[in-house]
């Protein structure tokens, strides 16, 4: 008895010796870490096309202007934007597992701050306030999450790894629109932010089981002065976009904003060219190739966000779809990007990458053209084809740009390229919906009060002008209770033919810079450090 008795300890270590080396044993693993890495950015991906179909409702909800739905988009993508090469040198310095779990708790928590902001505070503000703290906690996410992709695969299997990578975040890219339908339809807009909390606790546990740390590097300058400048710059030419209709685009306002825009990016290069540690050392530049790759990512962003932004309003203000028909009808546009991405890596493989992003911009030009000509009778099944046209025109330039930028710099500046990249993406999005919004607001401002006179409707007070100019801006005709009937009906096609003719000014414009897109695609090689056929979406 008593041998058994002593015995049964030995069983009890023995397990737990088996279960602790079963532990270990994931710490490391590649499989495990490439699991980890896209979950993390799988909730900034899915994010990216959620919040579109969420805006309309956020807009009726929190009774949001144009430029406030606006900087629902532009305040996420911007602190994205001007974090991203930033956050790739704290990863660098103090270790990018430490900067990823940081990024994963900070996205989750910012994200139902941004639904309590709605469901408790009633506040637009505050939804722009967090959504701008989730936008600098998802810098801390992309760059770190390649950075640990490349610290755990070897060489050989890296590109596989990228490959699996880019389609999982290019599969919840695609996934927003419907998830994004059904939350808003079923439960309200703020589960749209909500859904990233449990996807946060899953991505930190597995994260801390399995990811391994990067080295950490010694005696890095995070450039301050540099980081200050660059984000002045684009704060100030983004507020300048957005606040242009309500400046007016001669005013002393609007004049002192883009000059001093201007003189941030002076100011931004003049540093950059004599710091000892740059935050975006110049001579990146040097490569036409990258530059060319860099201008051209921010076509490719300005016409996609561009597009998705002012087709939701379309279809819910105008068409009276719901969130989900409004996902189905988007789908297309994501769904084309993951089916067009192999191929565009099988022919950016075979003959490399300059005329496959030629054609691609090419056909999205198309695309958006299509788009310009929709009209009150077009139906919806039109926008399908031409969503489909973009989507897969777009392809090309997405799998291409990693090889065009990353390719064209110098090995020791790849992950500062990288950054480059990702950070083009996003400020091609801002300035996109920025620009755009401004082409809608000022066509709005010239069309409508003529049209509403035409129409022989009631006189509105300077004040009511300015309420139903900010209403037709997003598609909604602000018609008062009590309203007659055939009166309504006129209010009603007077805004959304006026809304209309905005959206298709928008679209022309950004038709005209994917021709621009494809002519510089032409400036494009593969660089001598490309890795082929890797398909990566940030």
Request: charged letters at 10%; glycine letters at 12%; hydrophobic letters at 55%.
């Amino acid at each position: 008895m008593s041998q058994e008795v002593e015995a049964a300890p030995a069983v009890d270590e023995s397990a737990e010796t088996t279960r602790s080396r079963g532990l270990r044993g994931l710490r490391g693993s590649p499989t495990w870490a490439l699991l980890a890495a896209a979950l993390g950015t799988m909730m900034v991906a899915l994010d990216g096309t959620i919040v579109a179909v969420a805006n309309p409702d956020i807009q009726t909800k929190l009774n949001a202007s144009l430029a406030d739905i606006q900087w629902v988009t532009n305040g996420y993508l911007l602190a994205l934007a001007v974090s991203l090469i930033t956050i790739g040198k704290i990863g660098d310095r103090f270790g990018h597992k430490k900067v990823f779990l940081i990024g994963i708790i900070g996205f989750a928590a910012t994200s139902a701050g941004v639904g309590v902001s709605g469901s408790l505070g009633k506040s637009v503000a505050m939804v722009i306030t967090f959504r701008i703290l989730q936008g600098l906690f998802g810098a801390m996410l992309q760059p770190t999450a390649l950075a640990l992709l490349r610290n755990t695969f070897p060489a050989e299997k890296l590109n596989g790894a990228i490959g699996v990578w880019g389609a999982v975040v290019g599969a919840s890219t695609a996934a927003g629109p419907i998830v994004g339908g059904l939350l808003v339809q079923h439960i309200n807009w703020e589960a749209c932010f909500y859904i990233n909390i449990p996807v946060g606790i899953v991505a930190l546990v597995v994260g801390l089981m399995v990811l391994n740390e990067t080295p950490p590097s010694q005696g890095r300058s995070f450039d301050i002065p540099g980081i200050a400048l660059l984000s002045g710059f684009l704060f100030l030419l983004v507020w300048a976009l957005i606040k242009g209709p309500d400046f007016g685009w001669g005013s002393g306002k609007e004049i002192a904003f883009l000059t001093g825009s201007g003189v941030a990016l002076i100011l931004f290069i003049a540093r950059e060219a004599t710091a000892k540690e740059p935050l975006l050392p110049l001579r990146l530049f040097r490569s036409i190739s990258l530059s060319a790759g860099t201008v051209l990512v921010l076509c490719l962003m300005f016409a996609m966000f561009g597009a998705m932004f002012f087709m939701t309003f379309y279809m819910q203000n105008v068409h009276g779809l719901d969130a989900i028909g409004t996902g189905v009808r988007l789908l297309p546009l994501t769904g084309m990007l993951i089916v067009g991405s192999p191929l565009s890596g099988f022919a950016i493989t075979k003959v490399g990458p300059r005329i496959p992003m030629a054609v691609g911009m090419l056909l999205a030009s198309g695309a958006l053209f299509g788009l310009s000509r929709i009209t009150m009778t077009s139906g919806l099944n039109e926008t399908i084809v031409y969503f489909a046209m973009l989507g897969f025109g777009l392809s090309p330039v997405i799998v291409g740009a990693t090889e065009v930028i990353v390719g064209n710099a110098e090995v020791e500046l790849a992950g500062v390229a990288s950054g480059l990249q990702s950070t083009a993406m996003q400020v091609g999005g801002t300035i996109g919906t920025a620009v755009l919004g401004a082409i809608m607001s000022a066509k709005v401002s010239s069309l409508l009060p003529t049209r509403w006179t035409a129409a022989h409707l009631p006189a509105l007070s300077p004040a009511q002008l300015v309420e139903v100019k900010s209403a037709t801006t997003v598609g909604v005709a602000a018609v008062s209770p009590g309203t007659p009937g055939p009166t309504a009906a006129t209010i009603t096609e007077v805004v959304h033919s006026t809304f209309i003719s905005g959206m298709s000014a928008a679209f022309l414009i950004a038709a005209v810079v994917a021709i621009g897109g494809a002519l510089i695609a032409l400036l494009t090689k593969k660089g001598e450090n490309a890795t082929e056929g890797a398909v990566v979406m940030h």
